[in-house]
């Protein structure tokens, strides 16, 4: 019997060359088995990321710049009514009516319309901002909600009752559209009546301002390049995202309207027209400026919309996916893909827990550490795309070997952040596919743009130690003990793994704490 002897201090611990019970081979088939189904459908979703890079690859190489505008005199142009839906944005309010009143755009055939369904003083500086642009002749109403009935959904839904335009923009409290937004896009609806919307990507008014919002960039620029533009190069199914976009009234109108029934109505809609035979047109090259959440508690209540959203519309509505007589196999394919995505937390989860377990047992079924290389093959394809979405993708300036050097730093610590973000967005996938319902929460926004602005308001700063945050906290000393459970008896194969799940809890717990104390 070969004995293995292991100094900790002053401590030695020893381990036999054993044969396991039939109970411990059984419990080291079960943490395998879970942590292959979960490695498996990982590496699935990457290979799926990877369809979509050769789409947008081939595309933008046959295709550099987005479709050209058609030309459309002004007395020809239609009445868009614009709809900024609001709740609690004391901080944003005024700089968005500012910005929409600055649209080039003919003032006899623009509509705005503030929906505001806030609580505080959001209500005054709103309507007094409305009533400064009214009395300069424009055509605004503020429009104010004390039930909230449908949360945005409804919003909307009520707001396009007293709207008179053809088209419909929508921008959220944080954006900034350009003035020239409604003359580039508009004309497009105006050739081709089969364009549903018309969704433009979104620009980060203030990625510099913290480690938070630089990692938020990194993916979020990665949905907004690859996967829209993938998707729509592809002819797949894609998404209006919510804000920063244009609708065509009957395209709501024959979809069914604005549903409440999810916490991503822009997702659920999305799919409901298209499946309606309208179409998305996505304009890459056209950027509409946005606040980034600034602070972990924001970030998370995001992050938790986004999932819970997406489980929920997965559920509602691949049935209707499948059943379509019109869609090709293909598009069901990744149209099921983008469905399920937010459920990649749960999987990603469940790497990191079983991951512990695995590494001290995998020995005992016969599973080669070879085995594991068969799926880098996933991993370097999510390289390749994130590399493409913000170094290659002409969206962050023309300094590629800056670019680079950013993006081969903050690349490992966007790793990291995702998966210590893992566990609180996988409460939030369970919830949506198990049907648990919970109010809307918007994100706060504080109008921050450089680090001499500060998240220090107390209106909107979340106060209250949740149980997740604690759990956070547990996981993060969990594979700091499995780091150091590796080093001791030199199993190294999940080390790089288990340091990267340690420092991503970590910081995940470190600045929800930090940031619940800055009133």
């Known amino acids: 019997m070969l004995l293995q002897i292991k100094k900790l201090g002053d401590y030695y611990f020893t381990t036999e060359n054993f044969v396991p019970s039939d109970g411990q081979i059984l419990f080291a088939k079960i943490c395998f088995f879970i942590y292959l189904i979960s490695l498996i459908f990982t590496t699935i979703y990457c290979l799926f990321q990877l369809q979509l890079w050769l789409k947008y690859r081939k595309y933008r190489k046959e295709h550099p710049t987005d479709p050209p505008l058609p030309l459309v005199k002004d007395e020809d142009l239609p009445i868009v009514t614009v709809q900024l839906p609001m ?10 009516i500012d910005v929409i009143a600055k649209f080039d755009y003919p003032k006899e055939k623009l509509e705005i319309h503030v929906l505001d369904d806030s609580t505080d003083d959001t209500q005054t500086i709103a309507a007094n901002k409305v009533k400064e642009y009214k009395d300069k002749g424009f055509n605004i109403e503020y429009i104010h909600r004390t039930n909230r009935q449908g949360y945005k959904a409804g919003a909307l839904k009520e707001g396009m009752e007293k709207g008179k335009g053809e088209f419909i923009a929508i921008f959220d409290a944080d954006f900034e559209p350009h003035p020239d937004f409604l003359r580039k896009t508009i004309p497009y609806f105006l050739t081709d009546p089969t364009i549903g919307v018309v969704q433009t990507r979104w620009e980060h008014s203030n990625e510099d301002y913290s480690m938070i919002t630089k990692l938020q960039a990194l993916q979020l620029n990665v949905h907004f390049t690859v996967e829209q533009m993938g998707r729509s190069a592809g002819n797949f199914l894609l998404q209006f995202n919510g804000t920063a976009g244009v609708w065509r009234r009957k395209t709501i109108e024959d979809a069914g309207g604005w549903e409440a029934d999810t916490l991503t109505e822009d997702l659920d809609l999305s799919y409901r027209a298209q499946m309606k035979g309208y179409r998305i047109l996505y304009l890459e090259k056209l950027g509409s400026p946005a606040e980034l959440p600034a602070e972990m508690n924001a970030l998370k209540g995001q992050q938790h919309r986004w999932m819970k959203g997406g489980a929920e519309s997965a559920k509602k509505l691949l049935p209707s996916v499948w059943r379509s007589k019109s869609l090709s196999f293909w598009q069901k394919m990744q149209a099921t893909g983008h469905l399920v995505s937010s459920s990649l937390f749960l999987f990603v989860f469940l790497l990191g827990v079983f991951s512990v377990p695995v ?38 300036g023309t300094n590629k070997e800056k670019l680079f050097w950013r993006f081969l730093g903050l690349y490992p610590l966007f790793l990291c952040l995702s998966m210590g973000l893992a566990f609180h967005n ?10 648990k319902k919970s109010e809307f929460v918007r994100t706060p926004k504080f109008n921050i743009r450089t680090g001499a602005d500060s998240v220090k308001k107390g209106n909107y700063i979340k106060t209250k130690l949740k149980w997740p945050t604690i759990v956070e906290g547990l996981l993060c000393i969990y594979f700091v003990l499995g780091v150091l459970d590796g080093i001791i008896w030199n199993n190294t194969e999940f080390l790089i793994f288990h340091i990267m799940l340690a420092l991503g809890y970590g910081a995940i717990f470190y600045y929800s704490i930090k940031h619940m104390n800055m009133k």
């Open 87 to 96: 709740y609690n944005e004391m901080y944003v309010a005024e700089k968005l």
């Open 359 to 396: 590494m001290h047992t995998m020995h005992w079924i016969g599973i080669p550490k070879k085995f594991f290389s068969w799926f880098m093959a996933g991993f370097l394809s999510m390289v390749i795309v994130y590399y493409t979405a913000n170094i290659k993708a002409d969206i962050k």
């Open 426 to 435: 996988t409460i939030a996938v369970v919830q949506g596919w198990f049907g």
